[in-house]
Nanobody
Framework: QVQLVESGGGLVQPGGSLRLSCAASGITFGNYGMNWYRQAPGKQREWVAGISSRGTTTNYADSIQGRFTISRENAKNTVYLQMNSLKPEDTAVYYC?????????WGQGTQVTVSS
């Protein structure tokens, strides 16, 4: 059974930081590209960042470029999203995604709220 379990969300003030984690089980983690998506209330889910299976390539949405960093530890089957300089518009449920060709899995999401 494949599981992706996100953690690290919460309430943070504007300008603050959070680090999200996503622990994977039931897949050969090092074979999968990993992504973070987010969905704000009333909006469609949007892609935020991605990292290749070995961590050699990362890509980011323009909206978070320079503020967020995606990384992974294949030995721990975990992917991270370091979020700095958070803005109220970053408020959303953040989802972890694992993808390999036609195989794709999602986590249950973790809420991030940026508010004073």
């Amino acid at each position: 059974q494949v599981q992706l379990v996100e953690s690290g969300g919460g309430l943070v003030q504007p300008g603050g930081s959070l680090r999200l984690s996503c622990a994977a089980s039931g897949i050969t983690f090092g074979n999968y590209g990993m992504n973070w998506y987010r969905q704000a209330p009333g909006k469609q889910r949007e892609w935020v960042a991605g990292i290749s299976s070995r961590g050699t390539t990362t890509n980011y949405a323009d909206s978070i470029q320079g503020r967020f960093t995606i990384s992974r530890e294949n030995a721990k089957n975990t992917v991270y999203l370091q979020m700095n300089s958070l803005k109220p518009e970053d408020t959303a449920v953040y989802y972890c995604n694992a993808k390999l060709l036609q195989d794709e899995y999602w986590g249950q999401g973790t809420q991030v709220t940026v508010s004073s």
